[in-house]
């Protein structure tokens, strides 16, 4: 039962970042400042707990993001991928290259672990 349960995590990941990989091309060529985008879940508490994190290069650049966008590209590869959420912007968290320097080195897999992105 449990690699059954893993599989199909597996098999749901894979479909997420297939479509999260596509909302990451259309945010490259439309968002200025944009540079790449993460996700994260407990698949204990999923899809509760799922947070995509939008990456900018500046702290400038993230606070000037159009925030609706972001939500609406975050929306679409939710629903290609097969998986609702009642509020989307609950699943959307925006940082920055300059943030993650300034507060944790540079080191991403410590910021996202930490929590110490910012929405």
């Known amino acids: 039962m449990k690699g059954s349960l893993k599989r199909q995590q597996a098999s749901m990941d894979r479909a997420l970042a297939r ?3 596509v909302a990451c091309d259309q945010a490259l060529a439309q968002i200025i400042g944009f540079e790449w985008l993460t996700h994260r879940a407990n698949y204990e508490r999923f899809p509760d707990s ?5 990456v900018f290069a ?3 650049h993230c606070q000037g993001a159009d925030l609706a966008r972001l939500n ?4 679409a590869a939710f629903d290609d991928a097969g ?3 009642s509020d989307v912007a609950a699943h959307v968290a925006l940082d920055s290259e300059e943030r993650c320097i300034a507060q944790h080195g540079g080191d991403w897999r410590a ?3 930490n929590g110490g992105t910012h929405g």
């Open 19 to 21: 479509a999260l990989t």
């Open 50 to 54: 799922l947070v995509v994190t939008w």
């Open 58 to 60: 500046t702290d400038q």
């Open 72 to 75: 609406a590209l975050t929306q």
């Open 83 to 85: 998986i609702r959420v």
């Open 111 to 113: 910021r996202l672990r």
